[in-house]
C-alpha cells in the first residue's frame, strides 16, 4: 500500500465517512504451505528473500517443547526504490508445529535472542520475532546507509514481505503483537497492509502526537494523584534542592566534572521511570521526607546506575536511527514535569533530542518533524480497524499516548488496572480478561492451550527482556548512555 493513497483520504471521503474503501487491491491467491516437521530447515530455506537458516538452542525463555531457528531475510533498504540496496534482516523463529497459528512481531529494537510471550504460550503458537531495521545486526552496510529509508511505512513493508513470505510455509492464522516501540510498530502495519493478518494484538503503544510530546505529561497528572507518586515528586524535588549538595559529592565519586548534568538526568524525569518500570508494589520503597541521606541516594541510583540492553553491533548508528524514528514521524514523550523544571538548569532544558542527534550525525539530513502517518493511524483504529486488540496499563506514563477505543466490533481497548508499561490480558479483572481472550481466540481460530499463570509466567519474562531495551531507550533519548 502506499502512503501517498492514504494522505489524500480527506480529500475523497464522502459525507458521514472518514475513509475511502479498501477494495481496490485484489487479493492474491493463497499459497500452498510448505511446512513440513520432518525438513524444516529445507522448507525454511526454500522461502522467498531467506538466505539462510541455522537451528539454535532455544534457551531459557522458551517453553518446550519448541525448536528454534535464526534467518537471515533479505530486504531492501527503499522498498519505494526498485534500485534500492539490500541489507540483512534478522528473524527469530520458534517452531511448534506445522498446524500451529503464528504470531509474529516487530519489537521495535535489535534483537539477538528467543523467547515466549504471553500469547505464543496461551495459544501454543509459532512465534516469528523481527529484529528492527538498522537495529543490532539488521543493519545497511556503511557505504549504503540511508537516513531517509528509515520511514514508518518501510518499517510496515519489511513485515509485509516477511508475512507474505512465510504464509507459503504456515497455513494457520497470523496474528502480530508487540509492546512499546513493538506495539505501535504492528499498528503501523496493520494500517498499511490490512489483508496481511487475522488480528492484531499491540500492548502499550504509544502514538505520539509530537516531536516531544507534552500530552504524557497531562496524563500523569491526571492519573497519579496519590499518595505515592506524590511521594515520589516530592523526592525528586528534595534531590535536586534541599539536598542537592550531598548528591552532588556522592556523584562525584563516579562522575568527576559531571556532577550537575548527571544529577538532572537521574532525578528530572524519575517518576516517569518509576511509573513505567515498577508501579504501585514498589511504593513502599519510595523515601519519604524524614528518609536519611543513604535512603534518598539509593533510591535514584539504583536505576540510573542499573543494567540496561547491551548496544548494538554498531551502537552509534543504531542509536541514532532510533532517535531519528522519533524526530522524523513516530514522536517521543516530554518525560519531565513541571514540578522538577524550575530546579533543573538552562543548559538541560535547552539541550535537545535534535541538538543531539545533529551532532552525532552532522551527515544526516533530518527532515521537519511530520506525524501524518500517525494522525491516520489513530483516526483509523478509532473508526475503522478490525481484529484490532490494545492492551494498555492504567498507570504507565506511556498511555498518554494510548489509541482511542476502536468501534468496530471486532476490535477492543482496554486499560489494566495499576498496571505499568508491563500491562498483560492475563492481570485484566476477570471479565474484561474473557472478553479479551474472546477477541484473541477468534483471531487465532483456536483456543487457548496452556493455563493463565503459565502465559503471565512467559510474559513477565518477556517484559524482563523488554524492560532493559526501555532502559536503553531512554538513555538514548536523553543523549547520556548509562554506565555500566
Known amino acids: 500500500m502506499n502512503l501517498a493513497r492514504w494522505l489524500v483520504v480527506p480529500l475523497l471521503v464522502a459525507c458521514g465517512d472518514n475513509f475511502i474503501d479498501d477494495g481496490v487491491e485484489e487479493e492474491p491467491e493463497p499459497l500452498a504451505a510448505t511446512c513440513n516437521d520432518s525438513a524444516l530447515v529445507a522448507t525454511l530455506a526454500a522461502l522467498p528473500s531467506v538466505t539462510k537458516v541455522t537451528e539454535a538452542s532455544c534457551g531459557d525463555y522458551v517453553e518446550n517443547p519448541a525448536r528454534c531457528f535464526s534467518i537471515a531475510f533479505d530486504q531492501p533498504i527503499d522498498h519505494a526504490d526498485p534500485a534500492s ?6 528473524l527469530w523463529l520458534t517452531h511448534r508445529g506445522c498446524d500451529r497459528p503464528n504470531l509474529i512481531g516487530d519489537w521495535g529494537y535489535s534483537q539477538d535472542y528467543f523467547f515466549d510471550d504471553e500469547l505464543s504460550v496461551l495459544y501454543g503458537t509459532n512465534a516469528l520475532w523481527v529484529e528492527h531495521r538498522y537495529q543490532g545486526a539488521s543493519l545497511p552496510a556503511t ?8 520511514t514508518i511505512e518501510n518499517g510496515a513493508t519489511d513485515l509485509h514481505r516477511i508475512i507474505e513470505a512465510f ?12 509492546a512499546s516501540k513493538g506495539g505501535i510498530t504492528a499498528t503501523y502495519h496493520a494500517f498499511f497492509f490490512r489483508d496481511d493478518l487475522d488480528g492484531s494484538i499491540p500492548y502499550v503503544a504509544p502514538a505520539s502526537r509530537a516531536p516531544i510530546d507534552p500530552t504524557y505529561q497531562r496524563y500523569l497528572d491526571r492519573h497519579m494523584s496519590s499518595p505515592c507518586a506524590q511521594n515520589i515528586r516530592a523526592a525528586q524535588v528534595d534531590a535536586l534542592t534541599t539536598r542537592r549538595a550531598m548528591m552532588l559529592q556522592r556523584l562525584a565519586a563516579v562522575a568527576p566534572g559531571l556532577e550537575q548534568l548527571y544529577l538532572e538526568y537521574m ?7 518509576f511509573w513505567q518500570y515498577y508501579g504501585v508494589g514498589y511504593c513502599g520503597q519510595v523515601p519519604g521526607p524524614g528518609a536519611s541521606d543513604d535512603a534518598l541516594w539509593s533510591f535514584f541510583a539504583r536505576d540510573f546506575f542499573g543494567n540496561a540492553a547491551a548496544p548494538a553491533r554498531d551502537a552509534e548508528r543504531s542509536d541514532g536511527a532510533l532517535v531519528y524514528e522519533w524526530l522524523s514521524e513516530q514522536g517521543f514523550a516530554l518525560q519531565y514535569g513541571v514540578h522538577v523544571a524550575p530546579h533543573l538548569s538552562a543548559e538541560f532544558k535547552a539541550y535537545t533530542m535534535e541538538e543531539s ?7 544526516a539530513n533530518l527532515p521537519p518533524h511530520s506525524g501524518s502517518v500517525t494522525a491516520l493511524v489513530r483516526r483509523w483504529v478509532e473508526e475503522r480497524a478490525q481484529n484490532m486488540l490494545l492492551i494498555y496499563g492504567e498507570l504507565d506514563p506511556w498511555s498518554g499516548g494510548a489509541m482511542a477505543e476502536p468501534a468496530h466490533p471486532t476490535s477492543a481497548r482496554f486499560f489494566v488496572p495499576n498496571a505499568t508499561h508491563g500491562a498483560f490480558i492475563s492481570d485484566l479483572p476477570p471479565a474484561e480478561e474473557a472478553a479479551a481472550l474472546a477477541h484473541a481466540t477468534r483471531m487465532f481460530g483456536a483456543p487457548p492451550r496452556a493455563l493463565r499463570r503459565e502465559a503471565r509466567a512467559a510474559g513477565a519474562n518477556r517484559q524482563h527482556i523488554i524492560e532493559q531495551l526501555h532502559r536503553r531507550q531512554r538513555a538514548v533519548a536523553t543523549g547520556l548512555l548509562l554506565p555500566r
Do not use: I
Request: hydrophobic share 25%; aromatic share 20%; charged share 30%.
Open 267 to 273: 532525578t528530572s524525569s524519575y517518576d516517569w521511570g
Open 167 to 178: 504464509r507459503g510455509h504456515y497455513p494457520g492464522n497470523f496474528v502480530s503483537t508487540g
Open 143 to 150: 557505504e549504503d546507509w540511508k537516513w531517509e529509508a528509515l
Open 85 to 90: 540496496k539490500r541489507f540483512t534482516q534478522q
Open 357 to 363: 542527534f545533529r551532532e552525532a550525525h552532522p551527515d
